[in-house]
């Protein structure tokens, strides 16, 4: 059984264990095994990587039963590219880009995971276990990551986020930054960058419903130093009604203030005026980025079902229009 593979990836059951019993897992061995399941929970939506929940059977109790390996992988950004064009024709131009991308992404999650875990405060963070870096020229990257499946789900992209839950990833957001800016081995503001409905994950209910409870913000392969507008716009743009955007985003830079200032302890070194600005200006990142997923997302099954919902493409459509229409109107003043 040792040598058994992680699904389709080239890491091997006895790998994964000796990894966990390095980090001080107990009972988490190869003598300790009776068998294991490893599980592709991308769904579907995964463009960058595909994630096994891996899930132990013991023959004592050990302090594990399920770990998450996530392995850099590019197929599923083609597919979805090539289903959104309706092009299933090869480009090397485009594959030598999504590999640079891809090695870049992976050695930044690498980089926030190692950072996060050596803070001493409760996050909505999965726990770092090991990662390796990935490069094109080899298939070893490899990230091993707390398994939330056992109690948390992500909610549908469409209808997307209720208030209660924009407001909590609001104050988890501004915690995470607080701890940025008061290490200054760290850069500034830290971005997420990615933030839709799949790495955002919220504990179910007795019905395997997502509640208002935020148990963690996964994927950080998009993160980096840069203007926390962007986590705004995505946040907003991506999983709420146009509507709710522009009626609520001022209210929400506000509350985000006043949690970066009790995280802080101080007035944070930036004021209402100055989020706001950087909220517009990051309008723009935020348009381009939507143009480039509804395409993809239109034809997702994940997103609109199947056969494909029509009130759910319209919904995705309307709220790409909104986000480009404020971005426009923005720089045209």
């Known amino acids: 059984m040792k040598n058994s593979k992680i699904g389709e990836s080239i890491f091997t059951i006895e790998f994964l ?24 929970i991308t769904g579907g939506v995964a463009f960058f990587s595909q994630i096994y929940s891996v899930k132990f059977k013991w023959k004592i109790p050990a302090s594990l039963n399920s770990i998450i390996v996530k392995v850099p992988k590019l197929q599923g950004a083609f597919e979805h590219i090539n289903n959104a064009l309706n092009d299933n024709s090869s480009n090397k131009e485009l594959t030598e880009k999504f590999e640079e991308h891809l090695e870049n992404s992976h050695k930044v999650e690498e980089e926030v995971y190692t950072f996060f875990s050596q803070k001493k405060c409760e996050l909505k963070l999965p726990k770092f276990y090991y990662s390796h870096p990935y490069s094109r020229n080899n298939n070893e990257g490899v990230l091993i990551i707390e398994d ?33 800016l008061k290490d200054r081995s760290w850069v500034e503001i830290l971005v997420h960058g990615d933030l839709w409905s799949s790495n955002v994950l919220w504990k179910f209910d007795e019905h395997n419903k997502a509640t208002n409870e935020l148990i963690a913000i996964i994927d950080w392969q ?25 009626n609520n985003t001022e209210r929400l830079i506000k509350r985000y203030l006043k949690k970066l200032e009790e995280n802080l302890g101080e007035i944070p070194p930036v004021t209402f005026e100055q989020l706001m600005d950087a909220y517009n200006h990051a309008l723009l990142f935020v348009a381009y980025f939507a143009a480039y997923g509804a395409p993809s997302y239109y034809n997702m099954s994940s997103i609109v079902g199947t056969p494909p919902n029509k009130k759910i493409r319209e919904e995705l459509l309307l709220r790409t229009q909104g986000i480009i229409e404020d971005a426009l109107n923005f720089f045209k003043q």
């Open 148 to 180: 939330f499946t056992p109690h948390a789900i992500p909610t549908k992209m469409i209808p997307g986020f209720s208030n209660e839950q924009v407001e909590s990833v609001i104050d988890e957001l501004a915690k995470l930054q607080a701890i940025c």
């Open 222 to 246: 998009m993160s980096r130093p840069g203007n926390p507008g962007v986590d705004f716009g995505r946040l907003l743009a991506v999983n709420t009604s146009t509507n709710y955007r522009r």
């Open 17 to 40: 264990l000796e990894k966990l019993s390095f980090k001080g897992e107990k009972n988490c061995t190869i003598e300790n095994l009776e068998e294991f399941e490893a599980e592709d």
